[in-house]
């Protein structure tokens, strides 16, 4: 009867690491699915990052067309990159974002910068954005000069709109 008492009690115990065993196992798979949903909203905010970084180098290259960005146009920039985010980030972001636009095409050059702001822009709504923003900037002096106007048709290219189209969006953002 000990025996049997004993073989009861043993026999309760793996029951209860059973259990153990499997609440840790879901402990663990809970744990994996926070991990990947962390990772994703991660990539989600780099990408983010990675876009606004683009439309403000989109807006710099055109403020910079003329081989100077003034306050007015620096001004003009970070409101309506504020703007088209949402309010998103910050100020102090986008000014420091705008610090690095400068860096990257002065090492660059405009060509070079055209052509990576295209490739870090995937859908046509961000490229049309983007061209809206630095259509906004190069309006911020009262009128569009032919430097600032050369930047805009590259970047038109560089994104595949067709120069037409570049024009509405231009009077688009004069409006």
Known sequence: MAEAQQAEGLSGIQALLDQMGSYKEVLEKEQAAQQQVQAEQAREEQQASGELTAL??????????????????SRRLVERIGQVTGGRFTTAYIEETLRGAADRLYGDG??????????ALPSDELRRA?????????????????????????????????IGEMQRILGQAHG
């Open 56 to 73: 403000i180098e989109a807006a710099y290259l055109v403020a910079a067309a003329d081989g100077r960005v003034s306050e007015v146009e």
């Open 130 to 162: 983007a061209l809206l923003v630095a259509s906004a900037v190069a309006w911020a002096e009262g009128g569009v000069g032919e430097r600032e106007g050369l930047a805009l048709q590259a970047l038109a290219r560089a994104f595949g709109i067709p």
């Open 110 to 119: 405009a060509p070079a910068r055209a052509e990576s702001i295209a490739s």
